[in-house]
């Protein structure tokens, strides 16, 4: 692996780590509050938006919040839901199912929406790229609200109303819309839902995106919604500790599993529930959904290693037995590993689903896109992509996009961004208190990389039935998740270079740093 350490700007690491991600507001970054980015939250459409619901609550109409199957989808779902409703609004949810309806509005859900008896159906982070769907909406006698985040196409659809930013994930819009309908009370506490899908949805925290995270995370740091205590329990989570990575890594992962496996309604049931005994089942559930994602997931990736062929420079991997819920974390995963770009499909009968991940210098998106001959549908960016394929066209897809990558370099080495080298020396606890200036950390706020070098190695071994690497270096507690098979190349008073994440280990009451090692270099 290469080492890319950031150009040096300060001693101080502060004001390095500051250089690094472009702050100049000091002041805003390190204390970051909504009211900094009023303009920000004052979106085109609101008004008017406002002003059909106001019509809808009056007239007792029922409202259709449709919204998505991600974190993201789910929280915004939530948060139109909780405060429509305690205005008085008759209001129902339609969360499209992935496999059968595929993301956003489709004919078949607005016909639903249609037969419920509703005329006014409002999105949650989709619809801005619905053309051809919101031309049905008018043609069925539907009033379209569209609230979204993603990135628009020339032309906007011709809806009733759009309420549109990309400067945040749309359960922020959607919060957004709301935020001065509602009491005081009911709009702080669906920030907690704006900060879960900030994160899962990987918008940066920076800026605006910071200050809905840092506000959000006081408000579910003492939550008293149902569903989410149960799931937090369900965890092993404890409140009041709850972080980002606790978000990204654990309570994510399982709202997101079930609109993967199932249907993500039974997400936006638990975090709008107030029955304590559906909100267990429905968090028990949830957490056995991600278990099962999990190791489908590990079985997948364990069978796409196998068909990797290392002499090609683009993977495309098949399978009839992966569910389109999984193939993207299929791909990213084979991606990392084998810095190649990645295309997982699930094959169907007569469709197949495919996702896509790339490398640096590879627009897989565009790449994919010189094939739509092939294709149903297509969409994405430079880094990961989602399509649907005739089956029929796999083999002929294949390879026309090994022929389009054929001067991709015969070795490329994934690189780690180090943010400073620092000495041996500064490693000290009292780093940590620098480091914490930065929380809440995440996309576009990363937790930073350092590294150091000539670091006296000792005390080898390893742990977890030989799966991961333990040691000190200069004395100081270090652990490489993964890097085992390293024991045997490491000799006791041996010199090394590491790159490293400190951070605070807790056993048994006493504090120490403990170095979580990325990569290490035998010198």
């Avoid at 002499?311 to 995963?333: C, E, F, M, N, Y």
């Amino acid at each position: 692996m290469q080492w890319k350490i950031l150009p040096k700007r300060s001693d101080d690491l502060v004001e390095q780590l500051l250089f690094n991600r472009g702050i100049k507001d000091k002041e805003q970054f390190f204390h970051p509050k909504l009211l900094d980015f009023k303009r920000d939250l004052e979106i085109t459409g609101i008004e008017k938006a406002q002003k059909r619901i106001h019509q809808a609550i009056r007239d007792n109409e029922l409202i259709i919040i449709y919204g998505d199957y991600d974190v993201d989808g789910i929280c915004g779902s939530a948060i139109l839901y909780k405060a429509l409703t305690s205005l008085g609004a008759k209001v129902l949810p339609y969360i499209p199912h992935r496999q059968k309806e595929g993301y956003g509005l489709s004919k078949i859900g607005l016909d639903a929406v249609k037969n419920s008896g509703a005329y006014l159906v409002i999105t949650v982070d989709n619809g801005i790229v619905a053309l051809e769907q919101a031309k049905y909406a008018k043609e069925i006698d539907l009033d379209l609200i569209i609230t979204d985040h993603h990135l628009p196409l020339d032309k906007k659809p011709d809806a009733l109303v759009i309420v549109h930013s990309t400067k945040m994930c749309g359960a922020a819009v959607a919060w957004c819309l709301i935020r001065e309908m509602v009491k005081r009370e009911i709009k702080e506490e669906l920030l907690q839902f704006v900060a879960l899908a900030t994160v899962c949805d990987l918008i940066p925290l920076i800026g605006l995106g910071r200050a809905f995270v840092s506000e959000g995370l006081r408000v579910l740091n003492r939550t008293s919604n149902i569903g989410l205590l149960c799931l937090i329990n369900e965890a092993g989570l404890m409140l009041g500790h709850i972080d980002t990575y606790d978000i990204g890594y654990i309570i994510g992962p399982r709202l997101n599993a079930i609109g993967r496996l199932e249907h993500a309604i039974d997400a936006l049931r638990l975090l709008c529930t107030k029955d304590v005994v559906k909100a267990k089942k429905l968090a028990r559930f949830l957490s056995e959904t991600n278990t099962t994602r999990q190791q489908m997931t590990t079985d997948a990736i364990e069978q796409a290693r196998v068909m990797v062929d290392s002499k090609k420079k683009i993977h495309i991997l098949t399978s009839h037995d992966w569910s389109p819920g999984i193939i993207g974390l299929v791909a990213g995963r084979v991606c990392e590993e084998y810095s190649r770009p990645v295309i997982a499909i699930s094959v169907g009968e007569e469709i197949s689903k495919g996702s896509a991940r790339s490398v640096d210098g590879i627009n897989i998106v565009e790449v994919i896109r010189k094939c739509s001959d092939f294709l149903v549908d297509v969409g994405g960016h430079p880094g990961a992509a989602g399509f649907s394929i005739k089956t029929k066209n796999i083999d002929k897809f294949k390879k026309r996009l090994e022929e389009l990558v054929i001067t991709l370099p015969d070795e490329v080495e994934s690189v780690l961004e180090i943010e400073a080298a620092v000495d041996g020396n500064r490693l000290i606890k009292d780093l940590l208190e620098d480091l914490e200036k930065f929380e809440p950390f995440g996309f576009g706020n990363p937790r930073p990389v350092l590294a150091t070098y000539n670091m006296e190695v000792t005390d080898i071994r390893t742990v977890g039935e030989g799966k991961h690497l333990k040691f000190k270096a200069n004395n100081i507690d270090a652990i490489a998740f993964g890097m085992g098979d390293v024991k045997d190349l490491l000799q006791n008073g041996q010199l090394i270079s590491l790159a490293f994440t400190p951070e605070l280990d807790i056993y048994n009451g006493f504090e120490k740093l403990q170095l979580k090692v990325k990569d290490i270099k035998l010198i």
